[in-house]
């Protein structure tokens, strides 16, 4: 981050012109900077600098703030200084932007000729740029390069208000001049963070180790350097903002059966949980960086199947069901910690004992203590069938559905298949059924049914359906 | 001791600890392993080479040299497509501090953004004499919206002047690379040489089954072949790969594309360039010819099918290892995936598997129509009895006849994931000879209820009935089999049927055989409750 103080003060800074014969960006001014992050792409940055103030009214500019800056949020302050004013100007440079704000004023025109080689130059005046540039040189009215010939046009110097980058400045009066410590904090997008997971199922043992990564990713525009950096696994609310990514978190599969109810040792911040990056760190633009923040052996999970039929409707091509691993993150028989949003994935070891990926699947935060119940995918071998064997008509809102499903699995090994038929909507009843269900809500109805190895399972039932 | 004392001055200073850390290039991949997985949304059908939306699980080894102290571990070369979060690195000695992909690569427009503010050299050529001046300049901005430098003489823009000018560089700045690039942040105690296991997921990989069929020469039975066609879209080879294959269909969570190469673009946009005379509009680029390219590689890739099944394929490979509820295949020899390459390995040849050909037509019960063609249904088991009973991915079919001595495509399919012991069912495509017409015949309505219905309605929700009757003409030279189905939805039935009616998955069927040269005439009644 470059910082340069402009106006009545002192340059502060003659770093920037210095390095310039490097060709390596110049050399930061010693900065502490903290970057708190939140998931739902928002962070806070915290840069705290010293600068030698000049007593009475001075313009500080900050160049190379996040490209995406709230300008509004930024709010600097210091030992006896009183901000008078904040602007942010995003009027960029561009040879364009140059000649528009050269209207009215003079620039030199260099000649090549096209026979010689040899070069001239000239004043010349400009009048006007609207789809190309008209100037007076002398007496004289011209387009710019109307006939077509080289013509370089020189401008005196970079006009005042336009910018490589986006830059805020703030005037502030400071009672006395000296060194001192100033803080500058703004909000701003596309600093964001999320969970990946690796998680490891051991077939034979039912374990899984589990490991955790923080994933942050920066595409603000500008790097952080040696930031002090605090991960917030939570989503505060962005007032008259479009919050496109807390609406999909919502409505997403948090793959959390049961929410915990047990309090994990990390620090918090008001309801939400805060992960410490142990080190500083740099965070380059355009960077994906991952710190590892769980790592858990050997805890307990089962395997199991679960196929979800959304009405009474008939699947003549078998499909598959959902292949569903299952474990806890309670500090009893589970993972013991509480689980910040992203991405869980799955590996399994193949016969030659080297992982292989098995599916992935979302998780919301998940407090300490829940039970989670994650789908990797369709299971080859396990499938369902479901039929609408018949559909009476009692009247026009009461009607009788006699419903068959057919579990098969090709696997040699019996399995257990989680068979949840949804849409009962209205007041529906099961007059008859093969095997007892367990009623999950009024619109659902869950079998537990056992598929031999090599065959198949057939569940009958009966609904009795009121609108 | 002093490394300590270093990074304890440095980080005392606040600058950056990385500054501390070491780059280690990690060596070239050894033992790589890659494993394919097909696109989550495609249950059947081919691959798309200009759109593969595979994935695969790469897997290697590297040796490193690392120093005491902390290093910043650079892995050269990993595939383009990877989703760096997904990266997973073992065998360091003290672990891993911190993972970082950089989309940070070498380009043109990273060189000049890298060099903004820092001083450069400007080149010009004149153009009548050849001499080149070489000038100091400063570039003081550079994006989307054009190139602002500054020189002694004052600031210019670039590519505006019309002379042949541009910028040299002393040196590629720090931090990018030509390669995609992952580095890890690691510690060491002491010196040590490491063997690291690398693996992520990546995108831009795919594969698909692809079957072929060829009629044995009485029609009854069919030779099946199915070859593994795998692409990489990337532009990184995998050589010498030890290569596996994963069928069934697995879930992705949202995708996480990682962030675009090399960052924001530099285009040298000049000023408004107008000029007093507006130069006539160029000719329009002559059309394009009606064959693409890409059509031309598609067609080259259908014919490659056929041809290889002249050739004597190499053994197909030992049938799949379970891997959780999926199909793990290994292609025996360790083979290339090259870059933009796509390559086809036999996957299984079993031979005579016996099939029933039958005709049928899914009509709506009430509906009525006009001659349509009949579906032609291939029919078997996926069990040892019919000379299979293994795992059948998904994929496309294509069905092989023989016309005098050639073979020619008799119809395609595509093939959904079928596990052993599950009926297969090809609808391979329609036949002329064999036609169908439903026809109303009478229609008698019920209570009006809600007129604003289609009739099909009109009957499941009042006493309305009708009768129908649907025609099946055979122009072939032997008897046709032929199944009616007939959708009732909602509590519509079927009754008084003149042929016996069969039920199959809850909705009527009829099964019926169209005499060689000859037509059948079905009639039934279709009533609300």
């Given at each position: 981050?470059?910082?340069?103080?402009?106006?009545?003060?002192?340059?502060?800074?003659?770093?920037?012109?210095?390095?310039?014969?490097?060709?390596?960006?110049?050399?930061?001014?010693?900065?502490?900077?903290?970057?708190?992050?939140?998931?739902?792409?928002?962070?806070?940055?915290?840069?705290?600098?010293?600068?030698?103030?000049?007593?009475?009214?001075?313009?500080?500019?900050?160049?190379?703030?996040?490209?995406?800056?709230?300008?509004?949020?930024?709010?600097?302050?210091?030992?006896?200084?009183?901000?008078?004013?904040?602007?942010?100007?995003?009027?960029?440079?561009?040879?364009?932007?140059?000649?528009?704000?050269?209207?009215?004023?003079?620039?030199?025109?260099?000649?090549?000729?096209?026979?010689?080689?040899?070069?001239?130059?000239?004043?010349?005046?400009?009048?006007?740029?609207?789809?190309?540039?008209?100037?007076?040189?002398?007496?004289?009215?011209?387009?710019?390069?109307?006939?077509?010939?080289?013509?370089?046009?020189?401008?005196?110097?970079?006009?005042?208000?336009?910018?490589?980058?986006?830059?805020?400045?703030?005037?502030?009066?400071?009672?006395?001049?000296?060194?001192?410590?100033?803080?500058?904090?703004?909000?701003?997008?596309?600093?964001?963070?999320?969970?990946?997971?690796?998680?490891?199922?051991?077939?034979?043992?039912?374990?899984?180790?589990?490991?955790?990564?923080?994933?942050?990713?920066?595409?603000?525009?500008?790097?952080?350097?040696?930031?002090?950096?605090?991960?917030?696994?939570?989503?505060?609310?962005?007032?008259?903002?479009?919050?496109?990514?807390?609406?999909?978190?919502?409505?997403?599969?948090?793959?959390?059966?049961?929410?915990?109810?047990?309090?994990?040792?990390?620090?918090?911040?008001?309801?939400?949980?805060?992960?410490?990056?142990?080190?500083?760190?740099?965070?380059?633009?355009?960077?994906?960086?991952?710190?590892?923040?769980?790592?858990?052996?050997?805890?307990?999970?089962?395997?199991?199947?679960?196929?979800?039929?959304?009405?009474?409707?008939?699947?003549?091509?078998?499909?598959?069901?959902?292949?569903?691993?299952?474990?806890?993150?309670?500090?009893?028989?589970?993972?013991?910690?509480?689980?910040?949003?992203?991405?869980?994935?799955?590996?399994?070891?193949?016969?030659?004992?080297?992982?292989?990926?098995?599916?992935?699947?979302?998780?919301?935060?998940?407090?300490?203590?829940?039970?989670?119940?994650?789908?990797?995918?369709?299971?080859?071998?396990?499938?369902?069938?479901?039929?609408?064997?018949?559909?009476?008509?009692?009247?026009?809102?009461?009607?009788?559905?006699?419903?068959?499903?057919?579990?098969?699995?090709?696997?040699?090994?019996?399995?257990?298949?989680?068979?949840?038929?949804?849409?009962?909507?209205?007041?529906?009843?099961?007059?008859?059924?093969?095997?007892?269900?367990?009623?999950?809500?009024?619109?659902?109805?869950?079998?537990?049914?056992?598929?031999?190895?090599?065959?198949?399972?057939?569940?009958?039932?009966?609904?009795?359906?009121?609108? | 001791?002093?490394?300590?004392?270093?990074?304890?001055?440095?980080?005392?200073?606040?600058?950056?600890?990385?500054?501390?850390?070491?780059?280690?290039?990690?060596?070239?991949?050894?033992?790589?392993?890659?494993?394919?997985?097909?696109?989550?949304?495609?249950?059947?059908?081919?691959?798309?080479?200009?759109?593969?939306?595979?994935?695969?699980?790469?897997?290697?080894?590297?040796?490193?040299?690392?120093?005491?102290?902390?290093?910043?571990?650079?892995?050269?070369?990993?595939?383009?497509?990877?989703?760096?979060?997904?990266?997973?690195?073992?065998?360091?000695?003290?672990?891993?501090?911190?993972?970082?992909?950089?989309?940070?690569?070498?380009?043109?427009?990273?060189?000049?953004?890298?060099?903004?503010?820092?001083?450069?050299?400007?080149?010009?050529?004149?153009?009548?004499?050849?001499?080149?001046?070489?000038?100091?300049?400063?570039?003081?901005?550079?994006?989307?919206?054009?190139?602002?430098?500054?020189?002694?003489?004052?600031?210019?823009?670039?590519?505006?002047?019309?002379?042949?000018?541009?910028?040299?560089?002393?040196?590629?700045?720090?931090?990018?690379?030509?390669?995609?690039?992952?580095?890890?942040?690691?510690?060491?105690?002491?010196?040590?040489?490491?063997?690291?296991?690398?693996?992520?997921?990546?995108?831009?990989?795919?594969?698909?089954?692809?079957?072929?069929?060829?009629?044995?020469?009485?029609?009854?039975?069919?030779?099946?072949?199915?070859?593994?066609?795998?692409?990489?879209?990337?532009?990184?080879?995998?050589?010498?790969?030890?290569?596996?294959?994963?069928?069934?269909?697995?879930?992705?969570?949202?995708?996480?594309?990682?962030?675009?190469?090399?960052?924001?673009?530099?285009?040298?946009?000049?000023?408004?360039?107008?000029?007093?005379?507006?130069?006539?509009?160029?000719?329009?680029?002559?059309?394009?010819?009606?064959?693409?390219?890409?059509?031309?590689?598609?067609?080259?890739?259908?014919?490659?099918?056929?041809?290889?099944?002249?050739?004597?394929?190499?053994?197909?490979?030992?049938?799949?290892?379970?891997?959780?509820?999926?199909?793990?295949?290994?292609?025996?020899?360790?083979?290339?995936?090259?870059?933009?390459?796509?390559?086809?390995?036999?996957?299984?040849?079993?031979?005579?598997?016996?099939?029933?050909?039958?005709?049928?037509?899914?009509?709506?019960?009430?509906?009525?129509?006009?001659?349509?063609?009949?579906?032609?249904?291939?029919?078997?088991?996926?069990?040892?009895?019919?000379?299979?009973?293994?795992?059948?991915?998904?994929?496309?079919?294509?069905?092989?006849?023989?016309?005098?001595?050639?073979?020619?495509?008799?119809?395609?399919?595509?093939?959904?994931?079928?596990?052993?012991?599950?009926?297969?069912?090809?609808?391979?495509?329609?036949?002329?000879?064999?036609?169908?017409?439903q026809t109303r015949l009478a229609y008698r309505a019920g209570e009006p209820e809600l007129t604003f219905l289609t009739p099909e309605l009109l009957l499941?929700?009042?006493?309305?009935?009708?009768?129908?009757?649907?025609?099946?003409?055979?122009?072939?030279?032997?008897?046709?089999?032929?199944?009616?189905?007939?959708?009732?939805?909602?509590?519509?039935?079927?009754?008084?049927?003149?042929?016996?009616?069969?039920?199959?998955?809850?909705?009527?069927?009829?099964?019926?055989?169209?005499?060689?040269?000859?037509?059948?005439?079905?009639?039934?009644?279709?009533?609300?409750?």
């Amino acid at each position: 981050m470059r910082f340069v103080s402009l106006g009545s003060g002192a340059l502060l800074l003659g770093l920037v012109a210095s390095a310039s014969a490097l060709a390596q960006p110049a050399p930061q001014p010693a900065a502490d900077i903290s970057v708190t992050i939140y998931n739902n792409n928002l962070a806070l940055v915290r840069d705290v600098r010293t600068l030698d103030l000049t007593s009475g009214r001075q313009r500080l500019e900050f160049k190379d703030v996040s490209a995406e800056i709230r300008p509004e949020t930024a709010s600097l302050t210091a030992q006896g200084v009183n901000v008078v004013e904040q602007n942010f100007d995003y009027d960029l440079l561009s040879p364009a932007k140059m000649m528009e704000k050269a209207v009215g004023r003079v620039v030199t025109i260099v000649r090549t000729n096209p026979a010689t080689g040899a070069e001239s130059s000239e004043q010349a005046e400009v009048l006007a740029v609207n789809n190309g540039v008209v100037l007076k040189i002398g007496d004289r009215i011209e387009v710019l390069r109307d006939d077509g010939l080289p013509a370089r046009v020189i401008f005196d110097k970079v006009p005042e208000n336009l910018r490589a980058q986006p830059t805020l400045s703030v005037m502030v009066d400071a009672a006395g001049a000296g060194a001192r410590p100033v803080t500058l904090r703004y909000l701003t997008p596309g600093l964001g963070w999320r969970a990946d997971y690796v998680a490891v199922y051991d077939e034979t043992a039912s374990k899984i180790d589990v490991q955790g990564w923080v994933t942050l990713t920066n595409t603000s525009g500008v790097s952080y350097d040696a930031a002090k950096t605090v991960l917030v696994a939570g989503t505060p609310n962005l007032a008259a903002m479009d919050d496109g990514d807390a609406d999909e978190a919502a409505d997403a599969s948090t793959g959390m059966t049961q929410a915990g109810t047990e309090t994990g040792n990390r620090a918090r911040l008001g309801d939400f949980y805060l992960y410490p990056l142990a080190e500083r760190t740099t965070i380059a633009n355009q960077q994906t960086k991952q710190v590892s923040f769980l790592d858990v052996r050997g805890a307990p999970a089962s395997h199991g199947y679960e196929t979800r039929l959304a009405w009474m409707q008939t699947i003549e091509e078998p499909r598959s069901v959902q292949s569903v691993y299952r474990f806890s993150n309670s500090a009893q028989g589970g993972l013991g910690d509480q689980l910040p949003a992203g991405t869980v994935r799955f590996y399994i070891n193949d016969k030659q004992g080297a992982p292989q990926f098995i599916g992935e699947s979302p998780i919301g935060h998940t407090p300490m203590g829940s039970e989670l119940s994650m789908s990797t995918g369709d299971a080859f071998d396990v499938k369902v069938k479901s039929v609408v064997e018949s559909r009476t008509r009692n009247s026009l809102f009461h009607w009788k559905t006699a419903m068959r499903y057919t579990l098969s699995n090709a696997l040699p090994k019996p399995v257990t298949v989680a068979l949840i038929q949804d849409g009962l909507w209205g007041e529906t009843r099961i007059l008859a059924e093969s095997q007892p269900s367990k009623r999950r809500s009024a619109e659902s109805a869950e079998w537990t049914v056992e598929a031999p190895a090599n065959g198949k399972t057939e569940v009958t039932a009966t609904f009795d359906s009121k609108y | 001791m002093r490394q300590a004392l270093l990074a304890a001055l440095f980080s005392a200073l606040a600058l950056p600890p990385p500054a501390a850390a070491r780059d280690v290039i990690a060596g070239p991949p050894r033992a790589l392993s890659v494993t394919l997985y097909r696109a989550p949304w495609r249950q059947g059908g081919s691959i798309e080479l200009g759109n593969l939306g595979g994935f695969a699980l790469i897997k290697e080894t590297r040796t490193v040299h690392l120093p005491a102290g902390d290093s910043r571990l650079r892995f050269e070369g990993v595939v383009d497509g990877i989703q760096s979060a997904s990266a997973i690195v073992t065998g360091l000695p003290e672990g891993v501090i911190e993972k970082n992909r950089d989309a940070a690569i070498l380009s043109p427009a990273a060189l000049m953004r890298a060099a903004i503010g820092v001083q450069i050299t400007l080149v010009r050529t004149n153009r009548k004499t050849g001499k080149i001046t070489r000038t100091p300049a400063t570039i003081r901005s550079a994006d989307e919206n054009g190139v602002v430098f500054e020189t002694t003489q004052g600031v210019e823009a670039l590519r505006c002047s019309g002379l042949p000018e541009t910028f040299t560089y002393d040196r590629v700045p720090a931090g990018l690379f030509s390669t995609p690039t992952l580095s890890v942040l690691t510690r060491a105690k002491r010196e040590t040489t490491a063997t690291v296991t690398l693996s992520y997921l990546a995108d831009n990989f795919d594969w698909a089954a692809n079957y072929v069929a060829t009629l044995t020469p009485d029609r009854r039975a069919l030779d099946l072949t199915a070859w593994i066609t795998l692409a990489n879209g990337n532009s990184v080879s995998l050589l010498d790969a030890g290569t596996q294959i994963v069928a069934g269909r697995l879930n992705r969570a949202r995708d996480y594309a990682d962030s675009g190469e090399g960052g924001p673009r530099v285009i040298a946009t000049c000023w408004p360039t107008g000029t007093t005379s507006i130069p006539i509009a160029e000719p329009p680029p002559p059309e394009q010819p009606r064959t693409s390219v890409a059509e031309i590689v598609v067609t080259a890739a259908r014919k490659s099918v056929p041809m290889a099944m002249m050739a004597p394929a190499p053994p197909p490979p030992p049938p799949p290892e379970q891997l959780g509820d999926l199909k793990l295949y290994r292609l025996g020899e360790r083979t290339t995936v090259a870059a933009r390459q796509s390559k086809q390995v036999l996957m299984l040849s079993q031979a005579a598997v016996p099939f029933t050909r039958t005709y049928g037509a899914d009509l709506y019960a009430g509906g009525q129509g006009t001659f349509t063609p009949a579906t032609i249904i291939l029919r078997t088991r996926n069990d040892k009895a019919n000379h299979l009973g293994l795992p059948l991915p998904a994929g496309h079919l294509e069905l092989f006849d023989h016309a005098g001595n050639e073979e020619l495509l008799a119809g395609q399919a595509d093939v959904r994931d079928t596990a052993e012991g599950e009926d297969v069912e090809l609808k391979v495509g329609l036949a002329p000879d064999v036609q169908v017409r439903q026809t109303r015949l009478a229609y008698r309505a019920g209570e009006p209820e809600l007129t604003f219905l289609t009739p099909e309605l009109l009957l499941a929700l009042h006493k309305g009935r009708v009768v129908e009757e649907a025609e099946i003409t055979n122009a072939g030279a032997a008897p046709a089999p032929f199944e009616l189905r007939l959708q009732t939805w909602n509590a519509l039935h079927v009754s008084d049927a003149d042929q016996p009616m069969g039920m199959k998955d809850g909705r009527p069927i009829f099964r019926l055989t169209v005499p060689a040269n000859g037509r059948v005439k079905v009639r039934y009644a279709v009533g609300g409750p």
